[in-house]
T-cell receptor, first 113, second 113 residues
Framework: DSGVTQTPKHLITATGQRVTLRCSPRSGDLSVYWYQQSLDQGLQFLIQYYNGEERAKGNILERFSAQQFPDLHSELNLSSLELGDSALYFC????????????FGEGSWLTVV | GQQLNQSPQSMFIQEGEDVSMNCTSSSIFNTWLWYKQDPGEGPVLLIALYKAGELTSNGRLTAQFGITRKDSFLNISASIPSDVGIYFCAGLNYGGSQGNLIFGKGTKLSVKP
């Protein structure tokens, strides 16, 4: 158990809909990362937040957005969903600093039908 | 942007054999991380390396941070069937706006009993 909690674990929704994925980082971790992994693909970095502020942005579509709240949990919002958005979405967290280590949650399976 | 080349892409080995995989980068990192991912699950951190030249073990796993800071390798000794999975290397630079983790494309390991 990495200590990073993601909900929901599985989600099936229709095209055009909007969903929200939730992440609770490990206790004490200020940074939250979101990654997308499609079938047989590697991990694509979407976005990073540090203590409530956006720190780094990767290949995140305009239809997707994220935020980190004062209690440090984060949400990834996916809207106008398309079939190609079906993937595993991972949240990860880290404390930052010289011996930075990043731990991943178990992921949220999104299926768009 | 930064890219990691991870090789080999896949390996088919006999139980009991040793395994070696590596990652190279065009630019330097100050942290290297190695993860294992089982199908449908989140990447699990195996080893973290923070200093050039550092050699770290975790059971049958050994990883090294290259002297140039542009490469790292992971060795698995005396492989067993539960070693099956995808192994990812990841490079990280903390601080500034480069907070995200750059992943290799993974090495898929298959072990024949």
């Amino acid at each position: 158990d990495s200590g990073v909690t993601q909900t929901p674990k599985h989600l099936i929704t229709a095209t055009g809909q909007r969903v929200t994925l939730r992440c609770s980082p490990r206790s004490g971790d200020l940074s939250v990362y979101w990654y997308q992994q499609s079938l047989d693909q590697g991990l694509q970095f979407l976005i990073q937040y540090y203590n409530g502020e956006e720190r780094a942005k990767g290949n995140i579509l305009e239809r997707f957005s994220a935020q980190q709240f004062p209690d440090l949990h984060s949400e990834l919002n996916l809207s106008s969903l398309e079939l190609g958005d079906s993937a595993l979405y991972f949240c990860a967290s880290s404390v930052e600093g010289e011996r930075n280590t990043i731990y991943f949650g178990e992921g949220s399976w999104l299926t768009v039908v | 942007g930064q890219q990691l080349n991870q090789s080999p892409q896949s390996m088919f080995i006999q139980e009991g054999e040793d395994v070696s995989m590596n990652c190279t980068s065009s630019s330097i990192f100050n942290t290297w991380l190695w993860y294992k991912q089982d199908p449908g699950e989140g990447p699990v951190l195996l080893i973290a390396l923070y200093k050039a030249g550092e050699l770290t073990s975790n059971g049958r796993l050994t990883a090294q941070f290259g002297i140039t800071r542009k490469d790292s390798f992971l060795n698995i000794s005396a492989s067993i069937p539960s070693d099956v999975g995808i192994y990812f290397c990841a490079g990280l630079n903390y601080g500034g706006s480069q907070g995200n983790l750059i992943f290799g494309k993974g090495t898929k390991l298959s072990v024949k009993p």
